[in-house]
Nanobody
Framework: QVRLVESGGGLVQAGASLRLSCAASGGTFSRDAMGWFRQAPGKEREFVAA????????YYTESVKGRFTISRDNAKKMVYLQMNSLEPEDTAVYYC?????????????????????WGQGTQVTVSS
């Protein structure tokens, strides 16, 4: 079983940048697709970005394209989310998650139900 711990959240002003980190321990991290999700107060958890196990393919929700970048370092068992040009609408708890059942040739998935292990989340607050 992979354990995930997110860090890097905080309170920033609109237009600022943050880099979220997700540290994995145990399990099959290097063989799994990884994703970032977020949940704002009163809203459902939504997909943000995902990356295949070899880092060669990424996928983003439309609202963050061009602003956010997902990356991973399998040797360090880390996943990152670089967030630039932050907007108040980006305020949420951000979660790292792993999809251990995605085969390499299949497209990345944006449904939370496909991801079988999760971190505890890190709060990102963007003030206007």
């Amino acid at each position: 079983q992979v354990r995930l711990v997110e860090s890097g959240g905080g309170l920033v002003q609109a237009g600022a940048s943050l880099r979220l980190s997700c540290a994995a321990s145990g399990g099959t991290f290097s063989r799994d697709a990884m994703g970032w999700f977020r949940q704002a107060p009163g809203k459902e958890r939504e997909f943000v970005a995902a990356i295949k196990r070899n880092g060669g393919t990424t996928y983003y929700t439309e609202s963050v394209k061009g602003r956010f970048t997902i990356s991973r370092d399998n040797a360090k068992k880390m996943v990152y989310l670089q967030m630039n040009s932050l907007e108040p609408e980006d305020t949420a708890v951000y979660y790292c998650a792993g999809d251990s059942r995605l085969i390499l040739s299949a497209p990345l998935r944006d449904g939370a139900n496909y991801y079988d292990y999760w971190g505890q989340g890190t709060q990102v607050t963007v003030s206007s």
